[in-house]
């Protein structure tokens, strides 16, 4: 079985509406896949599409080579969260999570397994109806982990989560990409995304705009620039000027240099005697680049809010 999501094509509308215009990727096991983009970009509901909620009209979705309505018992292969809320409150977490055990032929151990695995143990015979957020994203993913897949779809996993879950669901999401499965994780928080995703895809206005590895991503958009902290900037200008680079004054004392690698800066400073205290790769975050590649497909855009002098 293969541990894949294929996206082939999808375009899907709603009234006038046009949710995915031609939605295309693949999911790959051995990774986090983050799914980003602004509100309206179309991943709520391409991921409804890839568990059959929404029929789309043109294109298919498959889940390990087949679509997942199709699948034999088909948590077994994809599990999914996608709203921390779909629950019975009057159950007990334990109780959730039987019901949807007994429909996938699993046992109450494997519940107890997952229970533990997702840290709820301890509440497992309280109603699921008074968790907090974070505990009900916690039971959502003990649900999505049931089957045992080979494949995770989770639709902003951090949300409510405090700082001891966040990290939890970090080590988490790594550890079910280290054991070969494909996770694809859609969030907003752009800064759990750099610090847990290997692979991205950035979609706006239902389409893709960029599928490709975060430190890819985060190179392509430093862009080879280099930050040169210095006490003699109009030597410094002078010389790498010179040299073929072009650089930009940022004030008290650095510059941004373009066209020369950090170690050419280094060896073009050095040589011309011009004093330095400080040379390094330009960083961008994960959060610069994705707004860079999502600027003008943003649907909901509001004023920017003015400065108050104190």
């Known amino acids: 079985m293969e541990a894949t999501i294929e996206v082939s094509g999808l375009r899907?509308?709603?009234?006038?509406?046009?949710?995915?215009?031609g939605m295309s990727f693949t999911v790959q096991p051995g990774q986090v896949t983050g799914f980003v983009g602004p509100n309206?970009?179309?991943?709520?509901?391409?991921?409804?599409?890839?568990?059959?909620?929404?029929?789309?009209?043109?294109?298919?979705?498959?889940?390990?080579?087949?679509p997942y309505a199709s699948l034999p018992h088909p948590m077994r292969y994809l599990g999914s969260l996608l709203d921390a809320g779909a629950l019975q409150p009057s159950?007990?977490?334990?109780?959730?999570?039987?019901?949807?055990?007994?429909?996938?032929?699993?046992?109450?151990?494997?519940?107890?397994?997952?229970?533990?695995q997702a840290g709820l143990a301890d509440v497992a015979r309280r109603r699921a109806g008074g968790f907090s957020l974070g505990m009900r994203q916690r039971l959502g993913v003990a649900a999505a982990m049931l089957g045992d897949p080979l494949i995770l779809m989770l639709d902003e996993p951090f949300n409510g989560l405090d700082p001891e879950g966040i990290v939890w669901?970090?080590?988490?999401?790594?550890?079910?990409?280290?054991?070969?499965?494909?996770?694809?994780?859609s969030s907003h928080l752009m800064s759990e995304l750099e610090?847990?995703?290997?692979?991205?895809?950035?979609?706006?206005?239902?389409?893709?705009?960029?599928?490709?590895?975060?430190?890819?991503?985060?190179?392509?958009?430093?862009g080879g620039r280099v930050m040169l902290r210095t006490a003699a900037v109009p030597d410094a200008v002078m010389v790498l000027d010179r040299a073929g680079a072009s650089v930009a004054a940022n004030g008290n004392g650095t510059l941004t240099i373009s066209g020369?690698?950090?170690e050419r800066v280094v060896g073009v400073l050095s040589q011309s005697g011009v004093p330095f205290s400080e040379v390094t790769g330009h960083r961008v975050t994960l959060e610069q680049?994705?707004?860079d590649l999502t600027r003008d497909a943003v649907e909901f855009r509001a004023e920017p809010t003015a400065e108050v002098a104190p």
């Open 12 to 21: 899907k509308r709603f009234g006038s509406a046009l949710a995915l215009d």
């Open 40 to 66: 309206g970009a179309g991943k709520s509901t391409t991921m409804r599409v890839v568990l059959g909620l929404d029929a789309p009209d043109a294109g298919h979705a498959l889940v390990s080579g087949s």
């Open 91 to 116: 159950r007990s977490a334990r109780g959730h999570l039987l019901w949807l055990a007994y429909s996938q032929g699993l046992t109450a151990r494997r519940v107890d397994e997952v229970l533990e």
């Open 169 to 185: 669901m970090r080590g988490f999401l790594r550890s079910l990409a280290r054991q070969g499965r494909a996770v694809l994780v």
């Open 195 to 222: 610090d847990t995703a290997d692979h991205l895809i950035v979609v706006g206005r239902g389409k893709v705009l960029a599928d490709t590895g975060v430190t890819a991503l985060l190179a392509a958009a430093a």
């Open 260 to 262: 020369l690698p950090a």
């Open 289 to 291: 680049a994705y707004l």
